[in-house]
């Protein structure tokens, strides 16, 4: 690997995107993804949180890794994007019911969820890789060390949180935008999702409206499942409090957390930090959740250091 500061990225260079069919216990399931830089080079697998797309990594951010000498996967999470929607209805009432412990089992779970990122990583012939999750993305991330430690160089988690429920909390203000009726046209879409990562989203780093525009109007493109969100959160508050088995994990680890986090409470990144033996600590004052444009060379530089304590 590279060891050179970069200020900026080359020239983003993916793949074209491609799809490989998983056998699951819920049926065939393609996954969508896509590939930047060396494929001789160690692998870091990029995974996204709740309902959003691979295209929420940003493509210069996948360049600038890169460019550090890393074979760069980012892809959509089942129910997410171009990849297939599961079957199971999941309501309103389930999902409350699945955070206080009262309702049935969810149509996957976040190991189902994990088990689809090695699958890719089979077809991609990647023995081990770094693996780097934002947000539920950053607990499949955890599970998936957990359950294979052996098949993660090092683990990135994100704006993340352990399971527990003491930590990691939801602003309740937030709730009404997040079970708000869903949008039904391109236009609506759009202009929910400005309003939610204005509140959401990093308040020293602002994204332009523009560019928050074009993000959700490019996720709508790809494919937008309210259904699918519902069974991702379903699978998330069904998943055990990871903390005794990450305590139990001998892995090069990374947390990244901002301080002004609405989303998921930065008590979360610490309590995944406590958990993690050895793990370095990010906090970032004035970050909320979202990875902004202005902090992309901090995380690189952070995800490259934690990859070099691997080697």
């Given at each position: 690997m590279s060891t050179a500061p970069q200020t900026s990225p080359t020239d983003p260079c993916p793949s074209p995107e491609r799809f490989v069919t998983l056998r699951t216990p819920q049926g065939d399931l393609e996954l969508c993804y896509q590939t930047f830089g060396d494929p001789a080079d160690e692998t870091v697998l990029l995974v996204?949180?709740?309902?959003?797309?691979?295209?929420?990594?940003?493509?210069?951010?996948?360049?600038?890794?890169?460019?550090?000498?890393?074979?760069?996967?980012?892809?959509?999470?089942?129910?997410?994007?171009?990849?297939?929607?599961?079957?199971?209805?999941v309501t309103l009432p389930g999902i409350v019911g699945s955070f206080l412990g009262r309702s049935g089992p969810p149509p996957y779970t976040l190991v189902d969820m994990a088990d689809d990122a090695f699958g890719l990583l089979d077809h991609l012939g990647s023995?081990?890789?770094?693996?780097?999750?934002?947000?539920?993305?950053?607990?499949?991330?955890?599970?998936?060390?957990?359950?294979?430690?052996?098949?993660?160089?090092?683990?990135?988690?994100?704006?993340?949180?352990?399971?527990?429920?003491?930590?990691?909390?939801?602003?309740?203000?937030?709730?009404?935008?997040?079970?708000?009726?869903?949008?039904?046209?391109?236009?609506?879409?759009?202009?929910?999702?400005?309003?939610?990562?204005?509140?959401?989203?990093?308040?020293?780093?602002?994204?332009?409206?523009?560019?928050?525009?074009?993000?959700?109007?490019?996720?709508?493109?790809?494919?937008?499942?309210?259904?699918?969100?519902?069974?991702?959160?379903?699978?998330?508050l069904s998943a055990p409090d990871r903390t005794r088995p990450l305590r139990d994990l001998d892995v090069p680890s990374l947390v990244i957390h901002g301080t002004s986090d609405r989303m998921v409470h930065v008590s979360g990144g610490r309590a995944t930090s406590q958990a993690l033996r050895g793990s370095e600590l990010l906090l970032v004052p004035g970050m909320g959740h979202d990875v902004p444009k202005d902090l992309h060379v901090t995380f690189v530089d952070a995800i490259e250091r934690t990859a070099r304590r691997a080697s």
């Open positions: 996204m949180g709740l309902g959003g797309p691979m295209t929420w990594w940003d493509a210069a951010f996948c360049q600038r890794l890169a460019d550090r000498g890393f074979h760069v996967v980012r892809y959509d999470n089942r129910d997410t994007g171009r990849s297939s929607r599961v079957q199971g209805r023995e081990r890789a770094h693996v780097v999750g934002i947000s539920m993305g950053g607990m499949i991330a955890q599970t998936m060390t957990v359950a294979r430690p052996g098949r993660v160089r090092s683990l990135t988690s994100i704006m993340s949180t352990t399971g527990r429920r003491t930590v990691g909390w939801q602003d309740p203000r937030l709730l009404p935008m997040l079970v708000a009726r869903r949008a039904h046209t391109r236009e609506s879409y759009v202009a929910a999702s400005a309003r939610l990562w204005k509140v959401i989203g990093s308040p020293l780093y602002p994204d332009r409206a523009e560019d928050v525009q074009e993000r959700a109007g490019e996720t709508w493109d790809r494919g937008v499942s309210a259904s699918g969100v519902a069974r991702q959160m379903k699978a998330i």
